[in-house]
């Protein structure tokens, strides 16, 4: 490391602090990052830890940086100049679809509200009037870009820009969930009839069948298919703009999963696979399906969600079933499965939601009405046999 004093040296000391009658100790580096151009004086920076080790790393890092023409000093560093940093260099561990919505919140929001303030003068009433002007947006959309925001401010106090996170408390717009629109057993059945013998049927029957996403079902391979022992493994999905990055993303929640669908389910995988067969031997040739996909374009090259979405749309309408989402799909699957009797652990898993606790939440209205319905029918039982 450059000597004390020079452009890049620093040093470390033990220190102590008394409160409350007792004494702590602690850590602090100063690295010299340069001299002020009007007064020819050392410019520091300080950094602090529980251990003698944290701030060496941390000195070095600054060190390193300084060295290399990278260092941006923390108190001339705006929140426009710090997102940009953010959004550049740490969002490498999240997928690229949430990177690249990070990066849209930040451009059409954060900037624009709070580009011009310095990280070190974000304060939390500042942030909550950032929030509060976001009235416009959803409630849903408020909330993803105070996500934003939380996350990139948390690194920033790792990094010992600042000395907490100024989000960290901030009062968000109430949330009301989306309504589901499951489908009765009757509409279930006039979607399978509309959709018979386009070119999405039977991914439309396996998404009732099993509640898999569309990016989940568009992403399956015959890999993933074990008709031998009746399972089928999600541990991957199609990335919705696999055009511009990664075709394969790891599933919503992160981790793969393995479920036992009916045996239908496996009825309708054959007939895609009659049906693949009839498709490869049209486009001849021009067939290319190195990913083995269940659900392919006629080429065999992967669907796009979009052009699957304009397909369902087509075929909503036949039915007569206007208003109603793929999506929806995915919630039938999972209120049938509680009509069917299954433990909210199955179902959780079957759909791969994180917790269990997540799954009740958005289906707590259903359980709770079958709970009614199983009271009353009790009551009925109890009626007939006292009349005995």
Same mark, same amino acid.
């Given at each position: 490391?450059?000597?004390?004093?020079?452009?890049?040296?620093?040093?470390?000391?033990?220190?102590?602090?008394?409160?409350?009658?007792?004494?702590?100790?602690?850590?602090?580096?100063?690295?010299?990052?340069?001299?002020?151009?009007?007064?020819?004086?050392?410019?520091?920076?300080?950094?602090?830890?529980?251990?003698?080790?944290?701030?060496?790393?941390?000195?070095?890092?600054?060190?390193?940086?300084?060295?290399?023409?990278?260092?941006?000093?923390?108190?001339?560093?705006?929140?426009?100049?710090?997102?940009?940093?953010?959004?550049?260099?740490?969002?490498?561990?999240?997928?690229?679809?949430?990177?690249?919505?990070?990066?849209?919140?930040?451009?059409?929001?954060?900037?624009?509200?709070?580009?011009?303030?310095?990280?070190?003068?974000?304060?939390?009433?500042?942030?909550?009037?950032?929030?509060?002007?976001?009235?416009?947006?959803?409630?849903?959309?408020?909330?993803?870009?105070?996500?934003?925001?939380?996350?990139?401010?948390?690194?920033?106090?790792?990094?010992?820009?600042?000395?907490?996170?100024?989000?960290?408390?901030?009062?968000?717009?109430?949330?009301?969930?989306?309504?589901?629109?499951?489908?009765?057993? =009757?509409?279930?059945?006039?979607? $399978? /009839? #509309?959709? @018979? *013998?386009?070119?999405?049927?039977?991914?439309?029957? !396996?998404?009732?069948?099993?509640?898999?996403?569309?990016?989940?079902?568009?992403?399956?391979?015959?890999?993933?298919?074990?008709?031998?022992?009746?399972?089928?493994?999600?541990?991957?999905?199609?990335?919705?703009?696999?055009?511009?990055?990664?075709?394969?993303?790891?599933?919503?929640?992160?981790?793969?999963?393995?479920?036992?669908?009916?045996?239908?389910?496996?009825?309708?995988?054959?007939?895609?696979?009659?049906?693949?067969?009839?498709?490869?031997?049209?486009?001849?040739?021009?067939?290319?399906?190195?990913?083995?996909?269940?659900?392919?374009?006629?080429?065999?090259?992967?669907?796009?969600?979009?052009?699957? =979405?304009?397909?369902?749309?087509? $075929? /909503? #309408?036949? @039915? *007569?079933?206007?208003?109603?989402?793929?999506?929806? !799909?995915?919630?039938?699957?999972?209120?049938?499965?509680?009509?069917?009797?299954?433990?909210?652990?199955?179902?959780?898993?079957?759909?791969?939601?994180?917790?269990?606790?997540?799954?009740?939440?958005?289906?707590?209205?259903?359980?709770?009405?079958?709970?009614?319905?199983?009271?009353?029918?009790?009551?009925?039982?109890?009626?007939?046999?006292?009349?005995?």
């Amino acid at each position: 490391m450059a000597k004390k004093g020079a452009k890049g040296g620093g040093n470390i000391r033990k220190k102590t602090v008394t409160r409350g009658g007792k004494e702590y100790i602690y850590w602090e580096a100063r690295i010299t990052t340069g001299r002020d151009p009007g007064t020819g004086k050392r410019v520091q920076r300080s950094f602090t830890g529980k251990t003698q080790k944290e701030v060496r790393e941390k000195l070095q890092a600054a060190a390193v940086a300084v060295n290399d023409g990278t260092y941006t000093d923390s108190s001339r560093l705006t929140v426009a100049q710090w997102m940009d940093l953010w959004t550049r260099d740490y969002l490498v561990s999240v997928k690229p679809n949430t990177a690249r919505a990070y990066r849209c919140h930040t451009k059409n929001h954060i900037k624009p509200g709070l580009g011009v303030v310095r990280l070190t003068e974000m304060h939390p009433h500042t942030v909550q009037n950032f929030i509060n002007s976001l009235d416009g947006l959803a409630p849903a959309s408020a909330r993803m870009v105070y996500r934003v925001l939380h996350a990139a401010m948390e690194k920033a106090v790792e990094l010992d820009y600042i000395p907490r996170n100024p989000a960290a408390k901030c009062v968000l717009p109430k949330m009301e969930r989306r309504e589901i629109h499951p489908l009765t057993d =009757e509409q279930s059945a006039a979607l $399978i /009839r #509309a959709a @018979a *013998g386009t070119r999405i049927e039977h991914l439309v029957t !396996l998404a009732l069948f099993t509640g898999f996403r569309l990016s989940e079902l568009l992403g399956l391979t015959w890999a993933a298919v074990d008709f031998d022992r009746g399972t089928i493994t999600i541990d991957k999905q199609l990335s919705a703009s696999f055009s511009r990055g990664p075709m394969f993303t790891t599933p919503k929640s992160g981790k793969p999963r393995t479920v036992t669908p009916a045996a239908s389910a496996f009825q309708v995988l054959r007939k895609q696979k009659a049906k693949q067969a009839e498709q490869q031997l049209k486009a001849g040739p021009f067939w290319s399906n190195p990913y083995r996909l269940v659900f392919p374009a006629e080429d065999g090259g992967p669907l796009f969600q979009q052009s699957v =979405e304009r397909d369902f749309s087509a $075929i /909503r #309408a036949t @039915a *007569g079933l206007d208003g109603i989402r793929f999506h929806d !799909l995915r919630h039938t699957f999972a209120v049938n499965s509680f009509r069917a009797g299954d433990d909210v652990k199955t179902i959780q898993e079957n759909l791969g939601h994180a917790t269990a606790a997540f799954t009740l939440d958005v289906y707590g209205h259903v359980t709770e009405a079958m709970k009614r319905n199983s009271s009353a029918r009790m009551e009925s039982f109890i009626k007939d046999v006292m009349k005995l």
